[in-house]
Structure formats: C-alpha cells, structure tokens
C-alpha cells in the first residue's frame, strides 16, 4: 500500500501553472511585485507608519502561500509563553469565516464562544484546543488588538499570519519556511507562482523557523542561503512531531479526553489519509514516520468545507484501499465532525507538535527580548 495524492488545489494550481497559462499571469506577477515594493519601500521610508498597541506584539507568518506550519508555531509559542506565566492573546484574520461583524471572540480563554463558520477553521482549532488563551478574529488588525486589550487582561498578543500587515507594529517577526516547498513552487510571486513577496523580504524577520525539516526525500534549503538572505535572523530548524490521535466525534457529541491514544495504535495500520492543507504530502510524511503498513491520501483544497458527496467518496477510498483507519486533521477536524454521524467510518485524528530541534531556549528567550 504506497502513498498516493489524488487531485488536490496544490497539484491543480501546479498544473496549471506549468501550463501556457503561467504565461499569461507572469505580467501580473510583475505588477504585483512592484506595488509589494512600492508597499514595502513607503513602511520603510517612514511615509507609511505603523500603529503600536499597549502591549508586546508577537507576528508569526510566511512569504509563501500556505502549507508552512504557521498555525502549529502558533500554537506551540502561546504554549512556551504561557509555561513563562505570560498572558497570551491570538489575533486572527479568521480566514473564510462567514460572519457581519469586523470583530469575533472565538474563545474567552475557558469556553468557544462562536461557530466554526463565524471563526475560520484555524481559529476554531485553536480556541478547542488551548486553554486559558482568548482567540479574536477580525481584518483590522489595530482595531481588532484594542479590542482584545479591553477585554482581556494579557501581556503578549500573538498575531497569526502577520508578516505583510505591516499597519500593526510588532516587537518579533516570526517567518515560518518550509523546507518542502521553500519559495514556492514555482518560485514566482502571485498569481503566477505562490510567493506572497520575494526572498529579499526574509531581512525583516527576527526568527526564521525552517519547518518540516525531518521529511525524507525532501532537500531542505541551505540553512547558508536563508542566513544570507536574513543575516541578523536567528535561523532555526523544527518538525511536527506526532504525540497523539483520538476519536473523531461527531457534532454535538462529548469528547472523551480519556480516548486518546499515543501514536503507536497507528503501527501496522493501513491508513487513508484525509484532508485539507496547504501541503498534503507533509501530512502522509508525518504519518510515516508513526510506522503504519502504507499510507493513501485523498486530499482536498486548502480550507476545504466538506460535503455529503465527500464523505460517500471517502467512504469508498476507504473500501477500496482496504485500510484499517482513516485518518485526518486537526484543522479538519470539525468540518468533518459535521458530517461523520452519517457515514459508520472509523475515522481519527492526529495531534502533533512542532517541536523546535535546536536553540529551543534560545528561541524561548528571544521571545521576550526588549533587545
């Protein structure tokens, strides 16, 4: 039973952009990296200016268009944050959430407050599975942050995907840079390729946390070029590491914190692999890594909202591949939880963590540098 990828938006928009249509959108590219440079140069000129917040401002973010760990490294610093007794806020731009007010709290600290269409799936995530930490989601950044400040007594606010929004001044610029598809694929900016901005913009990172960085058959980027490129970032390596998976179930239902099971019941299985991330193939790797017979993947689009006809297609991955288990996503995790009580398929998910591999106090350390 060997890994396969069935059809999913990285490998369509692959597709396509190595087809005569990458052609047509490479002036568009140009257009877009001028007024990025145009964006950039005015921050840096002083024209454009930076709000600042009453509080430390922590940005984790990318240069790439998704896959690159960046929820996980959120989620593992409002951890190593809050093991310092710090006070941890998370400010999302709560990515395809379906709701008409500019500002959610998805999570008070003790309970979820809103939907997962009033969250974005990436807010919901983290509001399900970080106590003590309030998760607010909304566009405007600054005014999002006030909000948080009145509301919540806290020290330190994590703002997710916040590398580009440089209207919000930030103490820490985080860069997350996976090591499977570094500067995209291929390496042009949008819409012709998926890079947000160029390499050069890696000079205004703090931290770059190179991810993803135990995937075999995967050559990482040289950790010298990376150095180059942002010669006064701390440059460090992490992984996901796999801890535990747990029972899918279904909406409504309670979890049973007692019903998880560490990685090893994974052993000898064969698995389907299902869901909807920016880097599919980093999911199957990480599944390998917790010794399975084989791993088949049905993958779909990123932030994928699924459907009845999905899960009848699941279930017939399932027989056909004869696996044991299918096995999906934390970020997948409630879409899925809608649908399951109509289909009898054993269905689990994996928890990981991204664990830093080097410098781990280091990184810890600057964190709350005042520098």
Known sequence: MKPTHSLDLASLQKRLLSSPIRSLLIP????????????????????LKARTLPCR???????????????????????????????????????????????????????????LRES??????????????PIVVGGQRYQAGRIVLERFNIDVLLLDDGFQHRQLARDVDILTLSTKRSFGDPQRLLPAGTLREPPIALRRADIILLT???????????????????????????IHQPT??????????????????????????????????????????????????????LAYPDHHDYTEADMRQIGTAFQAAEADLIVTT?????KLAALVAQQELPIVVLEIALVITEAAEKFSEMLLDDR
């Not at 008409?100 to 939907?115: L, M, P, Q, W």
């Not at 934390?330 to 409630?334: A, F, I, L, M, S």
């Open 28 to 47: 568009l590219s140009w257009l877009y990296g001028v007024g990025v440079w145009i964006r950039n140069r005015l921050y840096t000129l002083g024209v």
């Open 244 to 297: 535990h998976v747990y029972p899918l179930v279904p909406k409504g239902e309670k979890k049973e914190v007692d019903f998880r099971s560490t990685v090893e019941v994974l052993a000898g299985k064969r698995i389907l692999a299902v869901c909807g991330i920016g880097q599919p193939e980093t999911f199957v790797a990480t599944l390998m890594r917790c010794s399975p017979e084989g791993v088949e993947l």
């Open 330 to 334: 934390q970020k997948d995790e409630q």
């Open 120 to 133: 974005g799936d990436e807010a919901h995530m983290m509001a399900r599975h970080l106590d003590g930490i």
């Open 57 to 115: 401002v922590i940005s984790v973010g990318n240069i790439v268009v998704g896959g690159t760990g960046k929820t996980p490294a959120v989620i593992a610093i409002a951890k190593c944050l809050q093991e310092k007794s710090v006070r941890v806020g998370i400010l999302l731009r709560g990515y395809k959430r379906v709701s008409r007010e500019k500002v959610t709290i998805v999570s008070d600290g003790e309970k979820v407050c809103a939907s």
């Open 212 to 238: 993803h960085t135990d995937i075999t058959d995967v050559s990482p980027p040289a950790k010298e070029m990376v150095e180059a490129l942002a010669p006064n970032a701390l440059v460090l390596e992490s």
